[in-house]
């Protein structure tokens, strides 16, 4: 079992929908939970981060946090085509590293 | 401008040579890390340092070797034992510390084996 998963996409939602984005992670003593979004060809750029239950707001984003389902989701309100990239989820266990899933392509449609 | 530079941006090799990827940080954090990515992939973890003179292994270590003799930089060796080293490349930064330790990136380093 990969310890980040996520839904590889694309997934395809019109202008002005609500995207989301879901993760589980594998590990339960994960303690911090990271969004990070990635044009094509670019680095990753930080998006949001959580580590208690329930939910963050920062704007039109909107991070979940369900330990108990090992679960993570991060909403898009009223999405636009410059929201279109790849979404990473990632996982900060202890001191180590983050660990990134694979990424959720995300097509906003005009 | 605090951040993190790396280069070169684009690097072509021919199969058997070593090659270094620099990274530099002025942003002061003491954590850096070494990421590959292949196309259609998620972030694996090359190797990472919490303090100067010391690193540890990540994920996919085989066929690389760093070193951390300053705070401030972070280089990759792509040796010639690494089998399939074409890869996007991004090195990061964190404050150690901070129970969040987000990662700061650079804009990375797309490798080519020739």
């Known amino acids: 079992q990969k310890e980040v998963e996520q839904n590889s996409g694309p997934l395809s939602v019109p202008e002005g929908a609500i995207a989301s984005l879901n993760c589980t992670y594998s590990?339960?003593?994960?303690?911090?939970f990271f969004w990070y979004r990635q044009y094509s060809g670019k680095s990753p750029e930080l998006i949001m981060f959580?580590?208690?239950?329930g939910d963050k707001e920062d704007g039109r984003f909107t991070a979940q946090l369900n330990k108990a389902s090992q679960y993570v989701s991060l909403l898009i309100r009223d999405s636009q085509p410059s929201d279109s990239a790849t979404y990473l989820c990632?996982?900060?266990?202890?001191?180590?590293?983050?660990?990134f899933g694979s990424g959720t392509r995300l097509q906003v449609q005009p | 401008d605090g951040g993190i530079t790396q280069s070169p941006k684009y690097l072509f090799r021919k199969e058997g040579q070593n090659v270094t990827l620099s990274c530099e940080q002025n942003?002061?954090?003491?954590?850096m890390y070494w990421y590959r990515q292949d196309p259609g992939q998620g972030l694996r973890l090359i190797y990472y340092?919490?303090?100067?003179?010391?690193?540890q292994k990540g994920d996919i270590a085989e066929g690389y070797s760093v070193s951390r003799e300053k705070k401030e930089s972070f280089p990759l060796t792509v040796t010639s034992a690494q089998k399939n080293p074409t890869a996007f490349y991004l090195c990061?930064?964190?404050?150690?510390?901070?129970?969040?330790?987000?990662?700061?990136f650079g804009e990375g380093s797309r490798l080519t084996v020739l």
């Open positions: 590990d339960r003593g994960s303690q911090s």
């Open positions: 959580i580590y208690s239950n």
């Open positions: 990061a930064s964190s404050i150690e510390g901070l129970r969040t330790g987000e990662l700061f």
């Open positions: 340092s919490q303090i100067v003179n010391d690193f």
């Open positions: 990632a996982v900060r266990t202890g001191r180590r590293a983050l660990t």
């Open positions: 942003l002061n954090h003491d954590a």
